[in-house]
């Protein structure tokens, strides 16, 4: 299954260990985001450090773990 992840999913995935983390880390779905995602994202870093509770070591080995899970797309290619 292909599918299209946005910002909220991904600080929803950072934010709490719930089922849209799990969802992204499954191996059964192919993910695709734009490359914006990235920068939306840390556009609401602290934010998420806030509501999550984590570090930000923590912080930032989860989102390079969910974003190995993620193809990105280059703003190009739209």
Known sequence: MKL??????LISALIRDG???????????????PE????E???HKLEILKKSGIENNDFELLIKIL???????PIQEY
């Open 4 to 9: 299209v992840v946005d910002t909220n999913c």
């Open 67 to 73: 974003l190995s899970q993620i193809i990105i797309i």
């Open 36 to 39: 914006y995602i990235i920068s």
């Open 19 to 33: 089922k849209t983390r799990e969802l992204i880390c499954s191996s059964q779905m192919k993910l695709y985001a």
């Open 41 to 43: 994202t840390a556009n």
